[in-house]
């Protein structure tokens, strides 16, 4: 199976920060990375897909950029409704995986 | 409004089975491939399995491969997940998804997922 790593594991930030969480797969996927975003509770839901193609009606303040094996998701100025914990996740294989979650808390 | 909402969860022993279904609305169900995705308590995502649109292909997890079914029943635009040989790691909220339409490698639409806990 590929793995999935994602970094940091949590992170504290403050509203209007830059932020950047790293994904790395244990092999190369080319752009087969999605990102999702989920709060407490709720269902993920996508932001990125094909690394760095923005889901429709999600915010521009997001971005995401990689491929083989290193991704970035962005989010430009964080907003108060942004803190949620994000997934990286791989479909290059027949068996997709997540990357283990990155928290962003509020500093 | 595209909608996925998944039943079926509930308490049931160690080695039991059950069968979670995913009622689809909102869009043409036979055109989509579909997932199950679970998320043991305060952990992260796992993706489960895949069925195609058409039923004719499926992948599975290998944490679930051979106690765990998935289809789908076009006609009644439902998804379906029969777990067997339950185990107590295999508790957990179970998400159905959808693929995209014009690109099947990310899921787009989400259920609000059903519970399933293992337990004597």
């Known amino acids: 199976d590929i793995q999935m790593t994602q970094s940091p594991s949590s992170l504290s930030a403050s509203v209007g920060d830059r932020v950047t969480i790293t994904c790395r797969a244990s092999?190369?996927?080319?752009?087969?990375l999605n990102w999702y975003q989920q709060k407490p509770g709720k269902a993920p839901k996508l932001l990125i897909y094909?690394?760095?193609s923005l889901q429709s009606g999600v915010p521009s303040r997001f971005s995401g950029s990689g491929s083989g094996t290193d991704f970035t998701l962005t989010i430009s100025s964080l907003q108060p409704e942004d803190f949620a914990t994000y997934y990286c996740?791989?479909?290059?294989?027949?068996?997709?995986?997540f990357g283990q979650g990155t928290k962003v808390e509020i500093k | 409004e595209v909608q996925l909402v998944e039943s079926g969860g509930g308490l049931v022993q160690p080695g039991g089975s059950l069968r979670l279904s995913c009622a689809a609305s909102?869009?043409?169900?036979?055109?989509?491939?579909m997932h199950w995705v679970r998320q043991a308590p305060g952990k992260g995502l796992v993706w489960v399995s895949r069925?195609?649109?058409?039923?004719?292909?499926?992948s599975y997890a290998d944490s679930v491969k051979g106690r765990f079914t998935i289809s789908r029943d076009n006609a009644k635009n439902t998804l379906y997940l029969q777990m067997n040989s339950l185990r107590a790691e295999d508790t957990a909220v179970y998400y159905c998804?959808?693929?995209?339409?014009?690109?099947?490698?990310?899921?787009?639409?989400w259920g609000k997922g059903t519970t399933v806990t293992v337990s004597s």
């Open positions: 998804a959808r693929s995209g339409y014009y690109s099947q490698y990310h899921m787009d639409v």
């Open positions: 909102g869009f043409t169900f036979s055109s989509y491939w």
């Open positions: 069925i195609n649109s058409d039923g004719s292909s499926t």
């Open positions: 092999q190369r996927i080319s752009s087969y």
């Open positions: 094909a690394a760095s």
């Open positions: 996740q791989q479909s290059y294989s027949a068996l997709w995986t």
